[in-house]
């Protein structure tokens, strides 16, 4: 949740990235940014 906080873009406050149990997301890093792609 800190790292997507921090890097993903847009933007979204800590707790925007909490998911429960067994999910999470997929993601894309260009060294500067995380793009989210999908959550599951």
């Known amino acids: ?22 999910h999470g997301f997929i993601t894309e890093f260009d060294g500067e940014k995380i793009t989210v792609t999908e959550k599951i």
């Open 1 to 22: 949740m800190a790292i997507l906080e921090r890097f993903a873009q847009p933007h979204q406050d800590y707790y925007h990235w909490q998911v429960t149990n067994g």
